[in-house]
């Protein structure tokens, strides 16, 4: 993995994004201490499995095996504790 000063990452930053692309991560120090990596958006999606759900969360629960089994999902119009100041 190269390493880059902040200061001149930030000179050249075209080259570290080029780099992440073809080399792979770029490690960007500040005052010596390693503090940043760059990498390519297909390495950031491989490592956090970033994805479009594959349906809305709304069709999920209309969809869903459970939608018959009885469960009570209606919102309570209770408004909580009456507050009391004494």
């Known amino acids: ?14 080259e ?6 073809h080399e792979g991560p770029q490690a960007i ?19 956090v499995n970033v994805r479009k759900p594959a349906e809305p969360l709304s ?3 209309q969809n869903s095996p459970l939608k018959n ?3 009570d999902l209606k ?3 209770d408004t909580g504790r009456n507050e009391v100041i004494g």
């Open 29 to 47: 120090t500040l005052h010596g201490i390693p503090t940043a990596v760059v990498i390519s958006f297909e390495a950031y999606t491989k490592t």
């Open 75 to 77: 919102r309570s119009k």
């Open 69 to 71: 089994a009885g469960i």
């Open 1 to 14: 993995m190269k390493t880059w000063q902040l200061q001149h990452a930030k000179n050249h930053l075209s």
């Open 59 to 61: 069709s999920f629960f």
């Open 16 to 21: 570290v994004v080029r780099n992440a692309l």
